[in-house]
Structure formats: C-alpha cells, structure tokens
C-alpha cells in the first residue's frame, strides 16, 4: 500500500511540473506589435532584387486622384498605385458595356489586401495602434509595389505554404528584401 501511494504522489508530481511547463510554453502569443516581432526561425529569406523602386512614383500621385484610407494619405497613394499596377478591365463581351476586373499576380495581391483586413481588425480591437499597423502596411505595399515586375515564384510559395494572416504579415516584414 505505501508502494501505491509513493508511485501516485510520484505521478502526481511529475504530472504537476509538466502541466506547469505546458501553461507556461502553451503558445500563448504576444499581442499587438509584439507578435510581430518574434522571430521565426523557419521563415527563408527572400531577396528580391529590382532595377529601380516603384514606391518612387508615390511622389506623382495627387491628393485628389486617391480615396479616404485608415492608416494615412502615404498609404492611400500606394493603395491607388497597388490597384492602378495589379488590376486591370477587360470587355465581358463585344458589345457588352460591362467590365471585368483583370488581377495580374492574384497570389500577392490577395495577401496584401488581407493583410490590410488583418491590421485594420487588430486596430479595431486596439491590439496596435494606427500609426503602428500604418508602418507595417507601407512595409507591406512597398514590397507589393516592387515585386510587379520581377519574379516572385519563391516569394507566392512562401505566401501558399502560410497558414495564417499573421504568418503573411511576418513574411512580408520580417523575411522579403528588396535590394536595389
């Protein structure tokens, strides 16, 4: 009998420190910028190298040709020229007044528009603060902007294999280079 009881308090202690070291590693994830910042050890580098940087024309943009955006008129601009370089109409059919909206590069033009949804609910809920998303997401467009004309295979793999917003968000800021 002083056997059982030794072998419970013994299974009982052992389960006690592992339930502990579980809480603890649990996987609670930082909130608000902090998420971001966690370094992800299994995220590849991607470099992409460009000729001249497309952000450049932001400059050229007037105030008037852009619309109302949360995080800034800097953020509108890009917006405008993110929409103005990816998509494009073409006619349904002859004769057919009615367009279709044509996007070049779906994969990196989806992630960018949900990372906007994302940052724009974490703002909401405020997890971050607006000028917080609104630097992540010129991050974001200036990546957008600058991999139209290059390759982007490695970088709309590494989009596909991410499971969640966030981890688009890291890719985006933590693992895509542009080098000029």
Known sequence: MKKIIISLVA?????????????????????GINAFAVPEGNMPVIEIHVDWLKTD????IKDDEIEYHDFGVL????MYLLDKTYTYQVAISPGNPSKKT???KPMVYHSVMEVEKHLKKLVRKHEISVTQAA???????????NTYTVKTEQLEEAISES????????LYT????IIN
Request: glycine share 2%; charged share 20%.
């Open 135 to 145: 630097q992540l997401y010129n991050n974001v467009l200036d990546i957008a902007l």
């Open 57 to 60: 024309e932001v400059n050229n």
């Open 11 to 31: 299974v009982f202690a052992v389960w006690h420190v592992n339930a502990q070291e579980v809480a603890i590693n649990s996987g609670n994830k930082p909130v």
């Open 102 to 104: 044509m996007i070049r």
């Open 75 to 78: 953020v509108a601009k890009k």
């Open 163 to 170: 499971k969640t917003t966030e981890e688009i968000l890291s």
């Open 174 to 177: 933590k693992s895509v280079r």
